[in-house]
């Protein structure tokens, strides 16, 4: 019987190893969550695309009224794309977490962020309880400001 692990065997064992100690989270929800974040990943990049190709399309009006909603339309585009590369990077971040066994764990407090917490929001990375404090803290900033 042949028993020497390739480089991707090895992997998985850590994996599951970490994700023994570490986490709630078990291999099949790794799976599913990795399907998800890639499914994700997919469609915001055949997003982006489309995007790029409207802006294109619209170099192609010369009227300058038509120039100054031009000219809004690719400011909101702009945002549009800025937020979606945002998304991209944090999903990222989200399926590097799944590969090194931190995914689902609270970078505030180091603990389990719960399984139903991350189906609403893969990308997450506090529990909740951190996640209120931090907007708790934001709102404050705010009314200082
Ligand atoms: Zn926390």
């Known amino acids: 019987m042949d028993i020497t692990f390739t480089s991707?065997?090895?992997n998985v064992i850590e994996l599951d190893h970490a994700w023994f100690i570490e986490t709630s989270v078990d291999r099949k929800e790794v799976d599913f969550f990795r399907?998800?974040?890639n499914q994700?990943?997919?469609e915001?990049?055949?997003e982006a695309g489309k995007t790029v190709e409207d802006m294109d399309e619209d170099e192609n009006f010369p009227d300058p009224t038509d120039r100054a909603s031009m000219e809004s339309n690719r400011n909101s585009m702009l945002r549009i794309r800025d937020r979606e590369r945002k998304l991209i990077f944090k999903i990222q971040e989200a399926l590097r977490r799944?590969?090194?066994g931190e995914y689902g764990v609270c970078e505030e407090c180091g603990e389990n962020i719960g399984?139903?917490?991350l189906k609403a929001r893969p990308v997450t990375t506090l529990c909740i309880e951190c996640k209120s404090s931090q907007e708790m803290e934001e709102r404050k900033a705010r009314r200082i400001v």
Do not use: A, G, K
Request: hydrophobic share 35%; charged share 40%; no cysteine.
């Open 40 to 42: 994700r990943l997919q």
């Open 44 to 46: 915001l990049r055949s």
């Open 98 to 100: 799944l590969d090194d």
């Open 115 to 117: 399984i139903e917490r």
């Open 35 to 37: 399907n998800l974040l």
């Open 8 to 10: 991707s065997d090895y």
